[in-house]
């Protein structure tokens, strides 16, 4: 068991359906609020108590665990209860930017509300098994206080640092990963599939290709973490003669039978790296046009 902290859950679609779940199965007493009452009464069947009025169910817990669709809208539901939360403990798990981040912990702060703010490395399903990630960020203090509590939500409690907005910066950070890759794996099968092959006999191909750029990711790090890009594993030409080929015989009858529109920025980030001088340098360098200087996410 995790302990016993009374816990309230506001929101419970998917994702907050399995983190009030996964707070009884561990044995917290658990308060549920929700705008369409009904979706309570899965969770209520598992032991919660469901207040229907806001004030109330704030009341319930000193640790609020909010899982809406975003910042705004946990605010305007917030709002009638927030001198409820005053001396309580607020964590928000739902997806945002780190400036929707940082507008939270300013608002909660303006209402004397120890904040975290959390993102949920997974699906639902996965939420309260070992190896499910869970970043937090925000007061280090008010996190050890509750890390057993929230610990309740995943095996990989991580508490990222003491701004609010670093959970988030990283949930981005690494959701910006997602739809590119698959995209790629997309791209493939519709080659693959278009000389008529099942998409199935790429899936371990593609499994084990995923898996090596993951063990490339740690040399790309040191380029870019060190500003030394001259010792290139992937160059940025040979990517550009590889992508530009592509792009440019994609449409033609001896082209690859695929749309490669969606490629057409990506060359154009190459070139302008070719063109400033990159072509020998490492891939990585691209980090550098990505990047706004003088600027923070
Ligand atoms: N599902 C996933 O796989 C997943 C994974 C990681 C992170 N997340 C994040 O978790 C958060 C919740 O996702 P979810 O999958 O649970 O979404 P969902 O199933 O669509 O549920 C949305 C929740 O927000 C509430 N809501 C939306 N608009 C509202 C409004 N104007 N006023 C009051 N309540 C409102 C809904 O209430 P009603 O029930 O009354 O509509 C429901 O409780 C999102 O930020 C999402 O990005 C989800």
Known sequence: MAGETPVTVIGLGAMGTALAEAFIDSGHPTTVWNRSHRKAEQVVAKGAEFRADIQEAVAASPLVVTCVTTYDITRRILAPAADHLAGRVLVTLNSGTPSGAREMAAWAAGHETRFLDGAVMSVPSAVGTPDTLVFYSGDTATFRTHEAALGALGGGTVHLAAEPDVAALYDSALGGILLPALLGFLQGAAMVTGRGLPADTLVPYAAAWLEKIGAILPALAEEIDTGDYTRPGSS??????????????????????????????????????????????????????????????
């Open 236 to 297: 940025v030409g040979i990517f550009h003669d590889g992508l530009s080929s592509l792009v440019d015989d994609g449409d033609t009858e001896e082209g690859p039978g695929i749309d490669t529109t969606w490629l057409g920025p990506v060359r154009d980030l190459l070139r302008r790296a070719v063109a400033d001088g990159h072509r020998d340098h490492s891939v990585s360098v691209l980090t550098e046009y990505l990047r706004r200087p003088g600027r923070s996410v």
